[in-house]
């Protein structure tokens, strides 16, 4: 037998949770602006997010299908609108609403989702993005293996732009398209902090302008254009405008490491790599110009390829508007102290000329073997200021320095 009082508490306690369960899925707001209550509800039978708005006489505006709405997604009000919950086990993401009174449409303008990561909490973090303004702030974590320990992203403060959406367009596509960029932000940004880290501590500051120098600027890491593609660590990273667009100048490096495109099996040898670009933007369209590379590769050895301290410069000795865009880079496979091979390399536009030659080794105080070049054929029958300036930067850099 049943006493009554228990009945009346288990009542009680059924009709509680499905009151509670109800009001997450129907809420009475005024969206439209005019005085009169209108409804927000979640319709479990073709899994949509419905409208009334009584400024459209209550005639439902739904959303699509939206296949993941279960027991674990609810709406809730906002200071202007509603928002769509959406919770997972370890994840989940929110859909801002709010009534346009010029367009008449219920539209997307925010979105916001966290992750728990995996068991160790890789990939953990949140992030928002705002329709109307188009900025994302993301604060993620990735775990690092050595150390052991999370380890904390700066906060990313960038720019996102999605689809227009609104309330009769909306879809888990929506959510999708978000998570999708903005994973391409975390790996974008988490490789940096890696990178700054390590590598990045000597980025953009071997740069000594030289007094024939046009005034250029060093692009911080994290402002590198997403037009331009590189391979290895950047080194240097510079930019300047003129009548014909915007210059981005970047050098990387790979440093020393095994290259499976090689066989290495006999004597474990290493490889690496240099690179530089020249990009110009102008229009909203981007083209690269050139690109150098050299390397060394299957070195058993002592190994070297790597741009030599502040000798990136940028210049226009002949006066003609064009620029000219020197580098400077050694590389060595040896184990001994012989010379290191040394090039210079200037472009002006896509004409490439060379100066191909090696370092001075002292073997004594008095004694050296090494130093001397040669000029390719667009030196030689080039303007002799471009000559000058090359011979200027070889004798500046020409004594090989122990530890560099």
Known sequence: ?????????????????????????????????????????????NSSIVCKLSTQKYIPI????????????????????????????????????????TTKNINLIGMSRYEFGDVANDGSGESSVNLLTNKYIGNWKYFDLEKDSLIHIPTIYTKMKLPKTNLKTFSENSFYIYSDKCSTLYHKYKKQTI???????????YIKPHQSDIAFDKVPFIEIPTFISYEGNAKNVISWKDAHGEHFVLTSETGIYSNSKF???????????????????????QKRIWKVYDFIT???????ASFIKNT????????NGVKEIWLMYKKVCHGDVSPSQMKIIMYEGKHKFAMRGYNKVMTTSDSSYGG?????????????????????????????????
């Open 62 to 101: 739904a959303s699509k299908r939206i296949e993941s709405i279960a027991d674990n997604s609810y709406i809730s009000e906002t200071k202007n609108g509603f928002q769509y919950n959406m919770n997972w086990m370890r994840a989940g993401y929110k859909a801002q609403f709010r009534f346009n009174p």
């Open 298 to 304: 299957d070195c058993p050895v002592e190994i070297v």
């Open 1 to 45: 037998m049943i006493h009554t009082n228990k009945t009346n508490t288990l009542v009680l306690v059924l009709l509680s949770l499905v009151l509670n369960t109800y009001s997450q899925n129907y809420i009475t707001k005024d969206l439209d602006k005019d005085e009169i209550k209108d409804s927000i509800y979640i319709n479990p039978q």
């Open 195 to 205: 990178w700054a880290a390590n590598e990045g501590k000597e980025y953009n500051i």
């Open 263 to 285: 066989s290495h099996e006999e004597n474990q040898g290493a490889d690496a790599e240099l690179f530089a670009y020249h990009y110009i933007k102008k229009n909203n369209v």
């Open 312 to 319: 990136l410069h940028v210049t226009d000795l002949d006066n």
């Open 372 to 404: 001397k070049y040669k000029f390719d054929t667009s030196f030689i029958e080039g303007p002799k200021v471009f000559r000058d300036f090359g011979i200027s930067m070889w004798d500046e850099n020409i004594l090989h320095k122990w530890g560099e």
